[in-house]
């Protein structure tokens, strides 16, 4: 399993940006997916987490209302559009997947939930 995430770059604060993560899995949409960031001297933090119809997604509460977790299943991609950025937005974004479960845990913002990651990509918020 394989997760590419891609779409990072520099925006200023109160713009959008929307990152993708393409996943080498035909069977992706039975697999959890989560995003996580991770800035500079911190621990990695959970942002959101899709359900694998997408039909549920999970939020942080620093980026509630401001983002939103999507997921097209029939192309193996999920997508985190970010909007009313802010500088402490800026970090290293990482798509993760949950292998198929037969049960839920609901722990979903921890990272060892998480079975596969993809590289991360760079968001930089400039004030």
């Known amino acids: 399993v394989q997760l590419q995430a891609s779409g990072g770059g520099l925006v200023q604060a109160g713009g959008s940006l929307r990152v993708s993560c393409a996943a080498s899995?035909?069977?992706?949409?039975?697999?959890?997916m989560g995003w996580f960031r991770q800035a500079p001297g911190k621990e990695r933090e959970f942002v959101a987490a899709?359900?694998?119809?997408?039909?549920?997604?999970y939020y942080a509460d620093s980026v509630k209302g401001r983002f939103t977790g999507s997921r097209d299943n029939a192309k193996n991609t999920g997508y985190l559009q970010m909007s009313s950025l802010k500088p402490e937005d800026t970090a290293v974004y990482y798509c993760?997947?949950?292998?198929?479960?037969?049960?839920?845990?609901?722990?979903?913002?921890?990272?060892?939930?998480?079975?596969?990651w993809g590289q991360g990509t760079q968001v930089t918020v400039s004030s």
């Open positions: 993760a997947a949950q292998n198929p479960r037969t049960y839920y845990s609901g722990r979903y913002y921890l990272t060892e939930e998480y079975d596969h």
């Open positions: 899995i035909r069977t992706f949409g039975r697999y959890l």
């Open positions: 899709t359900s694998w119809s997408g039909g549920i997604t």
